[in-house]
């Protein structure tokens, strides 16, 4: 009996240490299998805001905002040719382009606008991407954009210019000289290779769906059948992929294209349900596929890592169009919902949702109320000298130029080309009779620019280890979280 | 007693081992090292390098009449309006209107061919517009312009000899 005991003491020490074990091991495989990181292009604090008033109301949430983890990323870029921070080198870019921006999360490093997987001084640096697939994890790129634009582009290629995207190579697209010590490269060096030449070749991405056939050649998808790729659609005859070829590709190596440049924006599509771009996938969908796609994956245990790319938020709101740049921001949250969707039931996936620049200023004001270029008499915006809170206007009282200022421009001001008022919107809290363009309409909102602002942007988070990202983070920080996460670190 | 006893013992003994196993497996790291050195690719196997500028192939097939300045089609075609070609002894020129999403004009090179009286290719010549991000704002501060002119001389060793000419678009980056 003594015996039976001790055994039995053993085998319950062992299963106490097992159960310890695994439940340390679930929580350190838990740590994370997957991560699947999320972008809205351009897309800043108040485009979150504006998406959840019209949307959901004052009072609801987008799908990102329910997320538990909450922080704020800080975008700036540097100058051509700079240190990274820190060192006595460093020049700093306080606005950040797409590229710049991408490669910061990407592959660590800040870089100067334009850059793709290159530092600041024209160094290839790896991506995440790059070390995922090298680690032997299934990895996938989504975008709304040509698949060849800075976003999607910088896991996938390092070019000097972001420019040089295909199909052809040409010296003004694809050479910085005065990164490269004023001469330029030779044609066979990876960074003035055109990105679609790298996409179509280095298989760091195991399912590539988006836009951008145009930049893709027969070459092209010789090279991605000879390596196993089912390619929707056809570059060589340049036949767009369709919703039907994505519901047919069940496993394995995926390229799609839907269109041959960007994908279509989401308002024209839901006014024109009959025409061929409406047959286009959605953002969601294509995210959902891109997961289950990666997540079946024989190599299941070694987990995928996934970018998902709402481009067209940056797009339309350097046109300054509020109504097609919040319709892609519904489009891009519904994909985040489908997202952590997945990370819920996976319970070992981190999600990340943020963005790599605020584009345009986009402005809510008080209803009823005007901007300063409606105005006759704007602040100065200079130091008055005051001492207190006190000062009269330089200028004089503010008051509404109403030659400035002729009535909402998707409303009754939208004839007059020298019109500043605000685009108005009606919200989920408005009365169903309120319109779109009507002044009774809650939501207004103002443009400052057609351009990115330095403004820091938002950052939402599940999943393991998402509480790492509750801060304010440089953007570099987040290729640090998500090869922590993925236990890829270079 | 003592056999049972014996069938016991290894029997727990063989449920520690399987137990042990179990957690080695549960504990074991699934993702191999990484080599940040050879992650990126830079070298493309099979893939020639460009010996220079792009080229149309259309510009072949093509033999405008004398005075003519027609189209030479490219990638991306559905992306532009060619307008107000002409050419004189000198040089083509024309507007490009970017058609399709415009947030940046980044890169746009306008190749013409040049075709002597019997419609036979001779020469050509390109512009080029790129916008540097990093020492130009884009678009002025302003919502982009669509619009780029352009102006493509006649090669001087073409001077008198070219009578007609196509225009096509190989590079065009917008987004």
């Known amino acids: 009996m003594a015996l039976v005991a001790l055994l039995s003491a053993t085998a319950l020490s062992a299963t106490t240490v097992v159960g310890a074990e695994a439940a340390a091991t679930q929580a350190s495989s838990s740590k994370i299998t997957n991560v699947i990181y999320l972008l809205g292009d351009g897309m800043g604090r108040t485009h979150v805001t504006a998406g959840r008033d019209r949307y959901y109301g004052a009072s609801g949430s987008l799908n990102m905002e329910r997320l538990p983890v909450v922080g704020q990323v800080r975008t700036y870029a540097v100058q051509k040719n700079s240190g990274q921070p820190g060192d006595p080198d460093f020049v700093p870019e306080y606005v950040t382009d797409s590229a710049s921006s991408a490669t910061a999360w990407s592959s660590g490093v800040k870089t100067y606008n334009a850059a793709l997987g290159v530092d600041a001084k024209g160094t290839v640096v790896p991506t995440a991407m790059e070390l995922a697939h090298q680690a032997g994890l299934r990895t996938g790129n989504v975008s709304t954009a040509e698949i060849t634009d800075a976003t999607p582009a910088a896991q996938m290629s390092h070019v000097l210019a972001r420019g040089c995207q295909g199909p052809s190579y040409s010296a003004a697209s694809c050479q910085v000289i005065d990164v490269t010590g004023g001469a330029a490269l030779p044609t066979s060096d990876i960074r003035v290779t055109p990105v679609a030449d790298q996409i179509a070749r280095n298989g760091t991405a195991d399912v590539i769906l988006g836009g951008g056939l145009s930049r893709f050649d027969a070459a092209d998808e010789a090279a991605l059948k000879g390596q196993g790729y089912k390619v929707l659609g056809s570059p060589a005859s340049q036949t767009v992929a369709t919703r039907a070829d994505l519901r047919n590709a069940r496993s394995g190596k995926v390229f799609g294209l839907f269109n041959k440049g960007n994908l279509t924006i989401s308002k024209f599509k839901r006014e024109n349900p009959t025409s061929p771009q409406a047959a286009e996938p959605t953002l969601p969908e294509l995210t959902k596929k891109a997961i289950g796609l990666l997540d079946q994956s024989t190599r299941k245990n070694k987990g995928f890592y996934l970018q998902v790319e709402g481009a067209l938020i940056d797009k339309r709101s350097h046109a300054n169009d509020a109504a097609q740049t919040l319709e892609e921001i519904k489009a891009f949250d519904d994909a985040v919902a489908v997202a952590v969707d997945f990370a819920r039931k996976d319970k070992h996936t981190l999600v990340i949702v943020t963005a790599d620049h605020e584009c345009a200023g986009f402005g809510i004001i008080e209803k009823g109320t005007f901007t300063n270029a409606e105005a006759a008499t704007p602040p100065v915006n200079a130091d008055t000298g005051n001492p207190a809170n006190n000062s009269t206007p330089a200028r004089g009282a503010n008051a509404k130029d109403p030659a400035r200022s002729t009535g909402p421009v998707n409303g009754s001001g939208s004839a007059d080309p020298k019109n500043f008022a605000p685009a108005t919107f009606r919200t989920a809290d408005d009365p169903a009779s309120v319109q779109d363009g009507s002044p009774d309409a809650s939501l207004w909102l103002t443009y400052l620019s057609g351009n990115h602002t330095g403004q820091d942007v938002p950052l939402y988070a599940y999943g393991p280890h998402s509480s790492e990202l509750a801060d304010s983070v440089e953007n570099t920080m987040l290729f640090d979280v998500v090869t922590g996460a993925l236990r890829i670190q270079p | ?175």
Not at chain 2, 58 to 70: F, M, R
């Open chain 2, 1 to 175: 007693m003592s056999r049972t006893r014996t069938l016991l013992a290894a029997g727990l003994a063989v449920v520690v081992v399987l137990v042990s196993l179990g957690a080695w497996w549960l504990a074991r790291d699934p993702t191999p090292t990484t080599d940040s050195a050879s992650a990126a690719r830079t070298s493309l196997v099979g893939l020639p390098a460009a010996t220079g500028e792009p080229e149309l192939a259309s510009l072949d097939t093509l033999h405008p009449q004398p005075g003519q300045v027609v189209e030479a089609a490219g990638p991306f075609d559905d992306r532009f309006d060619l307008t107000g070609l002409s050419l004189t002894d000198r040089a083509v020129s024309g507007r490009v209107l970017v058609t399709s999403d415009v947030s940046d004009l980044l890169e746009l090179q306008v190749l013409a061919g040049f075709y002597d009286s019997s419609g036979a290719l001779i020469g050509t010549g390109r512009w080029d517009y790129h916008l540097d991000e990093a020492t130009a704002s884009p678009h002025d501060g302003q919502t982009p312009d669509e619009h780029r002119v352009f102006r493509i001389a006649v090669p001087a060793d073409l001077a008198g000899r070219a009578v007609a000419a196509a225009v096509g678009v190989p590079v065009l980056v917008n987004e």
